[in-house]
C-alpha cells in the first residue's frame, strides 16, 4: 500500500521503489545522527533533538535516562533510520515529510504494508504515517477511541502500535498506553543495573597462585546473527576449548539459539549470557574432562561504565577466569587523554605493544594491544574475573595468530558458518520462544 497524496484516504497503488527518500547525510546538523555504542557520551538536548528528528513528540521524555530509553527503542524497532521534518507547524504538531515526492526514508514495503493493511492505526507522530490518517476499523470498531488524542499524541512504532491495539480494545486511555511502555523500560534496566551491581560484590580482580603455569585449556565462545534485521529472536552460540599453549582444539560446540533481549549498550550479558551457559553446561555433562581454566569473551569486562561488562558477568556468574577482548573501543566516560586514543594507537608498530587505558582515579579498565605485527588495528583488552591484566595480556598475546585471539576467532567462524548452513531451515519449523525484553 502507499499512503496518497489525499490526506483522508490510503491508496491501494503498490510502492514505488524509486521514492525519493531523505536520509541523515541529507541533512546538515550533527544531532541528526546517534552512535549507538557511544549513547552515553550524549547530551540530553543531542537525544532529544535526534527524536525530533524521527517525528517523536517527546511525550514524557524529560530526564537523559528518558531519552536514551526513547532512543533504544527506535534502534530496537528498526525506525532510528527514519527521517522526518523536526520542526512544528502552528499548531504544535509535527510537520509531515510526505512533501511533492518526497517520502519517509528507508521505508520498507513490509513494514509500510503491515502498519497500513494489518495493525489499522495511524498516528500523527509515528515517523512512518501522515500526521492526519488513520485506517477506520479501529476507530469504527472501538467506539471509545478518541481520535484526536491518538493524532495529537501518536505513536513511536510498529511495536508500540500493537501494544496500543490490544490496550485500546481493553478500553484503557491512551495516557495509560504511554505510561505502561516507558515504566516497562525503565523497569528493566533498572532490574538489570541491581543485578549487575549484585554480581559486581563477587568480582574478583586477583588470580589464584600459579595460575598460568596450570592453565591446559583456554575457551572462546562467540554469537552471531541473522542478515535480516528484522529477526532479533535467532542468534547462532559458539564455544571453542582449545589446549594451551599449544592451541589445538579438544571442543566445540554451536547451536541455533533464542534470544530473550535486545542488545542494549552496557547490558550485552542479558542478551547472551543464558546462551552461553548452556553451551558450557552441556560441554561439563557431556566432556567434563575439556572444562577450561579459563574462557575469553568477544566483549569487554572492567572497561565498562560500572565496571562490569559481559567478561566480569560470566566470570562471576560461572565463577571462572575470564578476559573481554573487544574489535572496537567502549566509552567509557572516566577514561584519561580519550581524545588521543587514535593518535597513541598509531605508535603501536609490532605485536605485543600496547599502552594502557587508566581513568580519572588511575584505575586501569584495560590495555590496547597491538596483537599481530600484520594488521595495523590493536584489539581491547581487559580483564573479566579472577585473573590479573599482566597475565590476561600474556595469554591474549600468545593466542593471537591472527588479529583476534584464536579462542575467540574460530568460535566466531565456527557460528557464522553453522548460522549459514542452518538458519533457514531453523526458522522455518521454529515457532516457539519466549518474547524479547
Known amino acids: 500500500m502507499l499512503l496518497s497524496s489525499n490526506t483522508n484516504e490510503i491508496s491501494s497503488q503498490e510502492i514505488d521503489p524509486a521514492l525519493i527518500v531523505l536520509k541523515e547525510d541529507d541533512i546538515d546538523d550533527p544531532t541528526v545522527k546517534v552512535d549507538l555504542e557511544k549513547l552515553q557520551k550524549y547530551t540530553n538536548n543531542h537525544l532529544k533533538r535526534w527524536l525530533l528528528y524521527r517525528g517523536d513528540s517527546l511525550k514524557g521524555v524529560v530526564t537523559l535516562r528518558d531519552s536514551q530509553v ?30 511533492g515526492n518526497i517520502e519517509m526514508s528507508t521505508i520498507d514495503q513490509k513494514f509500510l504494508t503491515d502498519i497500513c493493511s494489518d495493525e489499522r492505526i495511524l498516528t500523527k507522530n509515528n515517523p512512518c504515517v501522515k500526521e492526519n490518517l488513520f485506517l477506520e476499523h479501529v476507530c469504527s470498531a472501538e467506539s471509545n477511541v478518541n481520535k484526536n488524542e491518538l493524532l ?21 486511555s491512551y495516557a495509560e498506553i ?34 598460568l603455569s596450570n592453565l591446559k ?38 547451536e541455533i539459539v533464542h534470544l530473550t533481549s535486545i542488545y542494549i549498550p552496557q547490558f550485552l550479558a542479558f542478551r547472551e549470557f543464558d546462551s552461553v551457559k548452556k553451551l558450557f553446561s552441556e560441554l561439563n555433562n557431556t566432556h567434563p574432562q575439556y572444562f577450561p581454566d579459563l574462557v575469553l569473551v568477544d566483549g569487554n569486562g572492567l572497561l565498562h561504565p560500572r565496571k ?38 598509531k605508535l603501536l608498530k609490532k605485536k605485543g605493544e600496547l599502552f594502557e587505558l587508566v581513568g580519572k582515579d588511575d584505575f586501569v579498565y584495560g590495555c590496547v594491544l597491538r596483537s599481530t605485527s600484520n594488521s595495523p588495528n590493536p584489539i581491547i583488552l581487559s580483564v573479566g574475573h579472577n585473573i590479573l591484566l599482566t597475565t590476561a595480556i600474556e595469554i591474549v598475546n600468545h593466542c593471537c595468530k591472527f588479529r583476534i585471539p584464536e579462542p575467540v576467532r574460530l568460535a566466531d567462524q565456527f557460528s557464522r558458518e553453522y548460522l549459514r548452513l542452518h538458519y533457514a531451515k531453523h526458522i522455518e519449523n521454529c515457532n516457539n520462544y519466549d518474547e524479547l525484553n
Open 217 to 254: 585449556y583456554v575457551a572462546g565462545v562467540d554469537l552471531s546473527f541473522p542478515s535480516d534485521k528484522n529477526d532479533l529472536i535467532h542468534a547462532s552460540a559458539s564455544i571453542v576449548v582449545l589446549s594451551y599453549p599449544d592451541l589445538k582444539t579438544v571442543y566445540k560446540k554451536t
Open 152 to 172: 495529537t499524541e501518536g505513536l513511536n512504532s510498529l511495536e508500540d502500535i500493537r501494544s496500543a491495539k490490544s490496550i485500546l480494545n481493553k478500553g484503557e
Open 308 to 345: 562490569f561488562g559481559f567478561a566480569c558477568h560470566l566470570g562471576v556468574s560461572m565463577n571462572i577466569p575470564s578476559i573481554g577482548v573487544a574489535k572496537k573501543l567502549f566509552h567509557v566516560d572516566d577514561i584519561k587523554n580519550i581524545d588521543e586514543f587514535k593518535n597513541k594507537k
Open 70 to 99: 526513547k532512543v533504544l527503542q527506535y534502534f530496537h524497532n528498526g525506525t532510528d533510520s527514519i527521517i522526518c521534518d523536526p520542526t512544528l507547524d502552528k499548531n504544535g504538531y509535527q510537520k509531515s515529510m510526505f512533501d
Open 178 to 211: 504511554l505510561s505502561s511502555l516507558d515504566k516497562k523500560y525503565k523497569s528493566l534496566i533498572d532490574s538489570w543495573i541491581s543485578e549487575q551491581e549484585d554480581l559486581k560484590k563477587k568480582l574478583k580482580l586477583t588470580e589464584s597462585k600459579n595460575f
